[in-house]
């Protein structure tokens, strides 16, 4: 599908005059920001259907603006949208991570990130991404959209998502990030990305997913369900240990992958790697491919001895054994392999990533 690109204003926004050239204003923010430590509910729409664990994406009001960079960042004319340029709709933890790996990769492109709120839009122009507001987003269109904002913060979930497919000329990809959860299986066995999801009135927060996800194959774009996600300083992990006592079955199977991993793979399906052409109504699969008890969980996390306190799991067994996923045909589409190869791994080599490292989160 290929259409004339339209023109976006003011594409160099995001940069600063210095000696007389133009620089990137994330080389000057300068963000120092103490980062906390303290105890972040967990991301995204996670084990939807099969976990009490609450896990929010706070993509869509995340991040703080700095407004004096923008103010005082050149003018420049219209110019044509090169093939590269990507919108980001909720550049929370993921949202952000994927905007900085495209940043780089592509120091050319137009990288934008469009929020809620103008809170925290300083940690964008830090990493390379050009924030704007969702009231002010004119009717601009780019080759490739990810749409990585959670149903939580949505009143409308598909209408958020139908409006973002307007914004997408079709000539790259667009990219929905839902979850694993949707997946039906909860007997510990095997899932993989075409095993059966869950049916439309099963649950509310199941078919605003379904709905969302129906929207963007059926106007090309892709779905990626991603398995419950984590970095240092968040994930089930340290929510279970704020908790202390916890009233789950220690032997339930929880799937896992790290949110540099889960960037990494939208990533690649933005690169469409391994395929000449943009993909298209494809849905891939984001896991660490590493399933774990609960229990193996809190083991690995207080063994680390990066942390402090630990957690009881004391609920009894039930019906639901959680699932084992696999995402071997994503991996083989894409030739993607997590960084971090399980949890446990992570765990054992010290909890560092950057989230962990940088003064940005």
Not at 120 to 141: F, M, V
């Amino acid at each position: 599908m290929t259409s004339q690109l339209p023109t976006i204003q003011s594409l160099t926004a995001n940069k600063l005059l210095v000696g007389g050239k133009l620089t990137s204003a994330a080389a000057h923010s300068g963000s120092n920001k103490p980062k906390s430590r303290g105890y972040q509910k967990p991301h995204h729409a996670f084990w939807l259907g099969i976990s009490h664990v609450v896990t929010q994406h706070r993509c869509l009001a995340s991040l703080q603006a700095s407004s004096a960079v923008l103010d005082e960042a050149p003018s420049s004319p219209a110019a044509p949208l090169s093939l590269t340029a990507v919108l980001i709709v909720g550049p929370g933890v993921l949202g952000a991570y994927l905007g900085k790996l495209w940043a780089e990769e592509h120091p050319e492109a137009v990288v934008v990130g469009q929020t809620n709120t103008s809170k925290n839009h300083s940690r964008l122009q830090a990493l390379g991404i050009r924030p704007r507001l969702k009231e002010g987003a004119g009717r601009e269109r780019f080759p490739n959209v990810v749409f990585c904002a959670p149903p939580s913060g949505c009143d409308d979930y598909e209408a958020e998502v139908k409006a973002a497919l307007k914004l997408w000329d079709g000539s790259g990809t667009f990219l929905f990030t839902s979850s694993a959860g949707l997946y039906t299986a909860e007997d510990g066995s095997a899932c993989s990305e075409d095993s059966p999801v869950q049916h439309m009135g099963n649950s509310e927060r199941t078919d605003r997913l379904l709905k969302a996800e129906s929207a963007v194959l059926g106007a090309g774009g892709c779905v990626l369900r991603l398995a419950g996600l984590y970095h240092a300083d968040r994930g089930p992990h340290t929510f279970f240990l704020k908790q202390g006592t916890v009233q789950r079955w220690p032997g339930y199977l929880v799937n896992l992958i790290h949110y540099e991993d889960a960037a990494r793979l939208c990533h690649a399906v933005l690169q469409h790697s391994g395929c000449d052409e943009p993909f298209q109504k494809r849905v891939f699969l984001g896991t660490d491919g590493s399933p774990l008890t609960f229990q193996t969980m809190i083991d690995a996390t207080v063994a680390s001895g990066c942390y402090e306190g630990s957690a009881e799991l004391v609920g009894p067994e039930g019906g639901s054994k959680g699932k084992q996923l696999s995402n071997a045909a994503t991996r083989e589409a894409l030739g993607w392999e997590p960084k971090y190869s399980s949890f446990e791994a992570f765990m054992s080599q010290g909890a560092q990533d950057f989230y962990k490292s940088s003064s940005l989160f």
